[in-house]
């Protein structure tokens, strides 16, 4: 697929990486030729240097012969115009674009073809908010992802010496919860991925991906680790967009505590959330600050400021101090992956959240929902199963008796009949897959997904 991508930055540069692995062809404009340099050096992509919505760039940059435009900009009117361009001259099939100001999604003629002619405009600040509420309401996890409409959820949790199911097989499972079905899709071990079977044995430590119907998910976790009280208390640290959303949305239950450094964003804040919230003018790494607004009795602590440093010392400083669980929203990939696990239990990179909701759009086939796993390395797809027993190399068969790669395990499927509630399935080596089906793939090696997507392709005698 030949993509043009706008906008080298966190997103742009981390989506050029991922579909670059996958073996499409890339160009990136960008006006920071620093941003194009280190792309070029690590990627083997195009870049052009000028602004996105230059008709003479966007010209030479191919957009003419473009299957997909992506704008990730930094700049709202620059993704829309870039779409509209696309589209009216040069009939671009799929235009997407990432718009932080609310006012876009809430207007969706402004989108359609009579306007900006944006096919999908994903929300950065509502994604990451939407991720942060559900850590929220269950505090065990390390990721929580749902699927088929809310039916179906994958959860990451940090397995605990002394649970059930750790140190004993995963068949065990079955034992310990007979009415309830779940299955185990992949299990990470000092950072490297274990595709489980019946006789895999759960260790302390592990992270341990599981998928069950989303009523059963609290119980199935008990499994892997003591359950959490729930949350009740909450501190924020930065009331920018996404601090500003998150306490607005969990406000109706719990009053949390906003710690912003800008007195004049304080107000704004104030005055906004209307007693809502309790917002400090201070600096989160202030030790006596964080003492004299009892950081010891937080449950959550949420450090979500732009600043990858301040995040993570506000977050070692609040879980020294007795904050029961701290979570910090760190940009550059590495700082996550060397923080997360340690003295910070989770470490959020928001462009790979992002990614996620961007991947559904590009994936070929009739793919549902893509979530975006342990920043990139892993993902999670739900795939639609079109076809019959001579059109498709799924529908028909046995789930043992799909031809998956290695590095690819099928979860669970949602299966809806005429007249009937859908019903959440778990992928038991017997289950014949049904056209119509909804099926949940945990996938630990991203260049693999292409061989997912031609398996869930149909013949042409399907047509």
């Given at each position: 697929m030949k993509i043009l991508i706008l906008g080298a930055g966190r997103v742009g540069a981390g989506l050029a990486e991922m579909l670059v692995a996958e073996r499409n062809d890339i160009t990136v404009i960008d006006t920071d030729h620093e941003a194009l340099g280190e792309l070029q050096?690590?990627?083997?992509?195009?870049t052009v240097y000028g602004s996105a919505t230059d008709l003479e760039i966007l010209d030479s940059a191919g957009i003419q012969d473009a299957d997909l435009l992506i704008a990730v900009t930094a700049s709202d009117e620059v993704n829309l115009v870039a779409c509209q361009l696309a589209y009216r001259l040069h009939n671009v099939p799929?235009?997407?674009?990432?718009?932080?100001?609310?006012?876009?999604?809430?207007?969706?003629?402004?989108?359609?073809?009579?306007?900006?002619?944006?096919?999908?405009?994903?929300s950065p600040e509502g994604t990451i908010t939407d991720y942060l509420i559900r850590l929220i309401q269950i505090p065990e996890a390390l990721q929580v992802l749902e699927?088929?409409?809310?039916?179906?959820?994958?959860?990451?949790v940090r397995a605990n010496k002394g649970s059930p199911l750790v140190s004993h097989p995963i068949r065990d499972i079955r034992k310990h919860l007979p009415s309830i079905d779940s299955r185990v899709v992949a299990v990470f071990r000092h950072g490297t991925a274990i595709l489980p079977d019946g006789d895999t044995l759960i260790e302390p430590d592990d992270e341990v991906f599981f998928l069950a119907a989303s009523e059963h998910i609290r119980v199935v976790t008990q499994e892997l680790r003591q359950i959490d009280n729930p949350v009740k208390r909450v501190m924020i640290v930065g009331g920018g967009?996404?601090?500003?959303?998150?306490?607005?949305?969990?406000?109706?239950?719990?009053?949390?505590?906003?710690?912003?450094?800008?007195?004049?964003?304080?107000?704004?804040?104030?005055?906004?959330?209307?007693?809502r919230a309790l917002v400090l003018h201070g600096d989160a790494t202030d030790e006596e600050l964080l003492e004299e607004e009892n950081v010891a009795g937080v449950d959550f602590f949420l450090a979500l400021t732009n600043e990858d440093e301040n995040n993570i010392m506000s977050c070692l400083l609040a879980k020294r101090l007795g904050a029961k669980r701290v979570l910090a929203l760190i940009n550059r990939r590495a700082y996550a992956e060397l923080m997360e696990g340690g003295q910070i239990d989770i470490a959020l990179t928001p462009s790979h959240a992002t990614l996620g909701a961007l991947l559904k759009y590009i994936r070929r086939g009739d793919v549902a929902a893509v979530h975006s796993l342990r920043r990139g390395a892993a993902e999670a797809l739900e795939l639609v199963a079109h076809g019959d027993a001579k059109t498709s190399k799924v529908v028909g068969r046995r789930v043992e008796e799909v031809d998956l790669p290695q590095g690819a395990q099928i979860g669970g499927l949602v299966r809806e009949l005429e007249g009937e509630a859908p019903q959440v399935?778990?992928?038991?080596?017997?289950?014949?897959?049904?056209?119509?089906?909804?099926?949940?793939?945990?996938?630990?090696?991203?260049?693999?997904?292409?061989k997912v997507e031609r398996l869930f392709q149909v013949s042409a005698g399907f047509f």
């Amino acid at each position: 697929m030949k993509i043009l991508i706008l906008g080298a930055g966190r997103v742009g540069a981390g989506l050029a990486e991922m579909l670059v692995a996958e073996r499409n062809d890339i160009t990136v404009i960008d006006t920071d030729h620093e941003a194009l340099g280190e792309l070029q050096e690590r990627f083997d992509l195009r870049t052009v240097y000028g602004s996105a919505t230059d008709l003479e760039i966007l010209d030479s940059a191919g957009i003419q012969d473009a299957d997909l435009l992506i704008a990730v900009t930094a700049s709202d009117e620059v993704n829309l115009v870039a779409c509209q361009l696309a589209y009216r001259l040069h009939n671009v099939p799929r235009r997407i674009a990432r718009v932080r100001n609310g006012q876009w999604l809430t207007n969706p003629e402004l989108l359609s073809t009579d306007g900006f002619a944006v096919d999908v405009a994903i929300s950065p600040e509502g994604t990451i908010t939407d991720y942060l509420i559900r850590l929220i309401q269950i505090p065990e996890a390390l990721q929580v992802l749902e699927f088929a409409q809310g039916r179906v959820s994958l959860l990451a949790v940090r397995a605990n010496k002394g649970s059930p199911l750790v140190s004993h097989p995963i068949r065990d499972i079955r034992k310990h919860l007979p009415s309830i079905d779940s299955r185990v899709v992949a299990v990470f071990r000092h950072g490297t991925a274990i595709l489980p079977d019946g006789d895999t044995l759960i260790e302390p430590d592990d992270e341990v991906f599981f998928l069950a119907a989303s009523e059963h998910i609290r119980v199935v976790t008990q499994e892997l680790r003591q359950i959490d009280n729930p949350v009740k208390r909450v501190m924020i640290v930065g009331g920018g967009n996404i601090g500003r959303r998150l306490a607005e949305a969990i406000s109706d239950e719990i009053t949390p505590k906003i710690i912003e450094g800008n007195r004049k964003r304080c107000e704004i804040l104030a005055q906004r959330l209307n007693g809502r919230a309790l917002v400090l003018h201070g600096d989160a790494t202030d030790e006596e600050l964080l003492e004299e607004e009892n950081v010891a009795g937080v449950d959550f602590f949420l450090a979500l400021t732009n600043e990858d440093e301040n995040n993570i010392m506000s977050c070692l400083l609040a879980k020294r101090l007795g904050a029961k669980r701290v979570l910090a929203l760190i940009n550059r990939r590495a700082y996550a992956e060397l923080m997360e696990g340690g003295q910070i239990d989770i470490a959020l990179t928001p462009s790979h959240a992002t990614l996620g909701a961007l991947l559904k759009y590009i994936r070929r086939g009739d793919v549902a929902a893509v979530h975006s796993l342990r920043r990139g390395a892993a993902e999670a797809l739900e795939l639609v199963a079109h076809g019959d027993a001579k059109t498709s190399k799924v529908v028909g068969r046995r789930v043992e008796e799909v031809d998956l790669p290695q590095g690819a395990q099928i979860g669970g499927l949602v299966r809806e009949l005429e007249g009937e509630a859908p019903q959440v399935l778990m992928a038991h080596h017997d289950l014949v897959i049904q056209t119509g089906d909804h099926l949940i793939l945990f996938v630990t090696n991203r260049k693999i997904i292409p061989k997912v997507e031609r398996l869930f392709q149909v013949s042409a005698g399907f047509f």
